[in-house]
C-alpha cells in the first residue's frame, strides 16, 4: 500500500514537473497535475493540500538531488582546496536546468516564494548552506568560516546564470564560463586557516 502511494505521489510529481516546464508555474492547476498523472484530483488532494504544495515536494525533490549529487561528486573528486568544488557544483546545476524537466522555470521555488523550501529561511541560504555543509565535512573546514563566502559566491552565480538562462542575451555556455571564472576568482581569495 504505501509503495503504491509513492508511486502515485511519484506520478504526480513528474506530471507537474511537465506541467510547469510547458506552462510555467502560474499555468499549472491541480486538475491539469491529476490528469497528466493519470488520478483523480481527489487523490491528489489525499497527498497534498494544493497546487503549491504540489510544487513545494517537486522543488525538496530537486534540492535531494542536487545535494545528493554534489556529496557523490565531491566524493569521486581528488579537489585541493573546498573553493575547487565550485565548478563541479556549477556542473551539476547546470545539468539539471539542461535534463530534470521543470527545473528550468522552477529551479528551487524562488519563483513561487523565496522561503519556498523552509519558511524560516531563503531558498538561497538553504542551498548554500547545504554546500557550504559538504565543503566543509569534506576538507575539514570550519562551516562558520565558509559559510559567508559560500552565500556571496551562490549569489554570484544566481545572478550571472540569469543573465545565461533566463534573459538569454547571450550564448549560454559562455556566460557559464564567464560564472565559473567570476567565482573560482572570488572563492580562491578566501582561504582559511584550514585550507590555506
Known amino acids: 500500500m504505501q509503495q503504491r502511494s509513492a508511486k502515485r505521489v511519484e506520478k504526480m510529481l513528474e506530471a507537474c514537473a511537465e506541467l510547469v516546464g510547458e506552462l510555467g508555474y502560474d499555468g499549472v492547476t491541480t486538475t491539469l497535475i491529476a490528469e497528466r498523472a493519470g488520478v483523480a484530483v481527489g487523490s491528489l488532494y489525499q497527498f497534498?493540500?494544493?497546487k503549491r504544495a504540489v510544487v513545494q515536494a517537486l522543488t525538496q525533490r530537486n534540492l535531494d538531488y542536487f545535494m545528493t549529487e554534489i556529496g557523490r561528486r565531491l566524493d569521486e573528486a581528488d579537489?585541493?582546496?573546498w573553493y575547487d568544488g565550485a565548478d563541479l557544483?556549477?556542473?551539476i546545476y547546470v545539468q539539471m536546468y539542461r535534463e530534470i524537466p521543470g527545473f528550468r522555470r522552477l529551479r528551487f521555488g524562488d519563483v513561487v516564494d523565496l522561503r519556498l523550501i523552509d519558511g524560516e529561511r531563503d531558498n538561497n541560504t538553504v542551498i548554500a548552506d547545504g554546500m557550504a555543509g559538504f565543503l566543509s565535512d569534506r576538507f575539514d573546514v570550519a562551516f562558520e568560516e565558509i559559510r559567508l563566502p559560500v552565500a556571496v559566491a551562490n549569489e554570484i552565480a544566481d545572478g550571472i546564470l540569469?543573465?545565461?538562462f533566463r534573459r538569454g542575451l547571450f550564448p549560454e555556455d559562455t556566460v557559464i564560463a564567464e560564472a565559473k571564472a567570476v567565482v573560482?576568482?572570488?572563492?580562491s581569495g578566501k582561504t582559511t586557516s584550514a585550507a590555506a
Open 48 to 50: 497534498f493540500p494544493d
Open 79 to 81: 579537489l585541493a582546496h
Open 89 to 91: 557544483i556549477f556542473d
Open 162 to 164: 540569469n543573465l545565461a
Open 184 to 187: 573560482r576568482s572570488y572563492l
